[in-house]
């Protein structure tokens, strides 16, 4: 029905709100509630309490492990275009095609291997999907030179893939 950012933006789908006469304060209500019960607690678990910093002028690659109605991939794209960045290349393994046409304009490139017609939910897809642990995430955050938290002030650097 509705999907909200770590930057607070919100992004509905007006025809289940209407279909299933749900108000849209209480939508606003629930996307406020998420935004402090889960993606605050998954921003002080991952990240140290550091939220996005400035993503202006910015080339950003949004990788998805899949994509069925585009409610993530949008939510994602709504505040990228709030933050002003350069670009934004989409990728996924798997992406509905009627998702893939609506999402198309919005971005500079989508990369999938597999556009699929029918499309019937992500985890129908994969034979062993893999979800990894808080912990070996963050171990692998942990280890890398980007990981904000572990930079010093005034020393964030930035991946560069030329």
């Known amino acids: 029905?509705?999907?909200?950012?770590?930057?607070?933006?919100?992004?509905?789908?007006?025809?289940?709100?209407?279909?299933?006469?749900?108000?849209?304060?209480?939508?606003?209500?629930?996307?406020?509630?998420?935004?402090?019960?889960?993606?605050?607690?998954?921003?002080?678990?991952?990240?140290?309490?550091?939220?996005?910093?400035?993503?202006?002028?910015?080339?950003?690659?949004?990788?998805?492990?899949g994509c069925e109605t585009g409610l993530t991939a949008l939510t994602c794209l709504k505040t990228l275009m709030r933050e002003r960045v350069k670009s934004v290349t989409y990728a996924t393994p798997l992406i509905a095609t009627d998702v893939a046409a609506a999402i198309a304009p919005l971005v500079d490139e989508i990369y999938a291997v597999?556009?699929?017609?029918?499309?019937?939910?992500?985890?129908?897809?994969?034979?062993?999907?893999?979800?990894?642990?808080?912990?070996t995430v963050l171990s692998i955050l942990e280890e890398s030179p980007f990981y904000i938290p572990l930079q010093k002030q005034g020393d964030v650097r930035a991946c560069s893939i030329q």
């Open 114 to 135: 597999h556009k699929i017609a029918n499309f019937i939910e992500v985890d129908f897809y994969y034979k062993n999907k893999i979800e990894p642990k808080p912990e």
């Open 1 to 65: 029905i509705a999907m909200v950012s770590e930057k607070d933006d919100v992004v509905l789908n007006d025809e289940l709100i209407k279909s299933f006469g749900i108000s849209y304060d209480f939508v606003y209500g629930e996307a406020d509630r998420k935004y402090d019960e889960k993606i605050l607690k998954n921003v002080y678990k991952f990240r140290k309490g550091n939220l996005i910093g400035d993503l202006k002028d910015r080339n950003i690659l949004l990788i998805d492990e």
